[in-house]
């Protein structure tokens, strides 16, 4: 006698698979349930993501002419304007590639993998003697000190391409 089991008969086999293909109502409950759940949950992300959508494109030609304003500073012998103003053109720029972060020093640590690590720690030093420049009243900045922050900011700019 043959045994039943191991036969394979196609259309009693696809048959069975249509009827199975439709769910229990419980279980369509709950992967409903479970949906609306899961779309609760990813909706602040997706939010953020619409918010990244929307960010600035960088203008070079912008910041090639903010540079050219920097240099003639320089040329001028107004220093702490051309460390000022040479901080102002790399927060614009990490601003506009769309790196994360609410202020300079968040978007410069989240763009920190798109730099070599000596002009990453030039970069801060940079913000350092801007901050100087800023909250220190009695600091005195002579041609070195500009010089200095303006070429590791331009090394910086060239490392993004701009």
């Known amino acids: 006698m043959k045994d039943r089991r191991h036969s394979f008969n196609k259309r009693t086999f696809y048959k069975k698979r249509r009827f199975e293909r439709t769910k229990p109502f419980e279980h369509q409950l709950t992967e409903g349930v479970l949906a609306g759940f899961w779309s609760i949950i990813k909706w602040p992300f997706l939010r953020h993501r619409a918010k990244k959508a929307e960010l600035k494109k960088l203008d070079k030609e912008k910041v ?16 702490r304007a051309v460390i000022i103003e040479a901080d102002k053109i790399m927060e614009y720029t990490l601003e506009h590639l769309n790196f994360e972060g609410n202020n300079y020093a968040e978007r410069l640590k989240s763009a920190q ?48 391409n701009v």
Request: charged share 45%.
């Open 64 to 79: 090639k002419k903010r540079w050219t304003i920097v240099e003639d500073l320089y040329k001028k012998s107004d220093f």
């Open 113 to 160: 993998h798109r730099f070599s690590k000596s002009v990453f720690d030039s970069l801060w030093e940079a913000r350092r003697s801007r901050n100087r420049v800023i909250h220190e009243m009695e600091h005195e900045i002579n041609s070195f000190e500009a010089k200095n922050v303006k070429d590791k900011i331009k090394r910086a700019l060239k490392e993004l």
